[in-house]
């Protein structure tokens, strides 16, 4: 089992529509996510980042946690064909005074069509 | 704020040949990551630095590849000798106190060896 899996995609939604991206993840230690956004030919660029269980909000995007499930979404409302990118689940397996070393899933093709 | 930067951006060798890949941090962030990213493989962490000091480089694929940070400004990686099976996009990425969980990307290099 990877320890940080997604769905390669590509998923396909009408502009305008929610983008519903998941990931989970093997250590049940986990402690923090990380959701990046890479358009090709660019460098992952950071998006949100959730620690606690429950949602959290920032503008069109929801980051979801449940440790107990130990999975993390990204919900993209309102859609755009801007957003279409690969999206990356990360997350860090030795948080704290470990440092930030990140494990990365291959990530989510999204295409937005007009 | 410069971003971290990357040089070369594109780096074209033969196998055999040296390559050097430079980074430079954003001024005061503790942590500095090296990333390799293939279709194949994804995004992969080879070898992470806090406070210029290696912290775990378990990801470094073999003898050939090495790192350094002589100071808080700049870190190279060294693949010497190169093959074709390194030919890949490299990233750095720094990350702020506190843990370093919130990692910035660099534009990478791209690397062919041929």
Redo the contacts between chains.
Sequence with gaps: QKEVEQNSGPLSVPEGAIASLNCTYSDRGSQSFFWYRQYSGKSPELIMFIYSNGDKEDGRFTAQLNKASQYVSLLIRDSQPSDSATYLCAVNLRPGNQGGKLIFGQGTELSVKP | DAGVIQSPRHEVTEMGQEVTLRCKPISGHD?L?WYRQTMMR????LI?F?NNVP??DSGMPEDRFSAKMPNASFSTLKIQPSEPRDSAVY?CAS?ERG??????????TRLTVL
């Design positions: 942590y990551f994804g995004l992969e962490l992470y806090n912290i775990d990233f990350g843990g370093g969980d919130t990692q910035y990307f660099g534009p990478g």
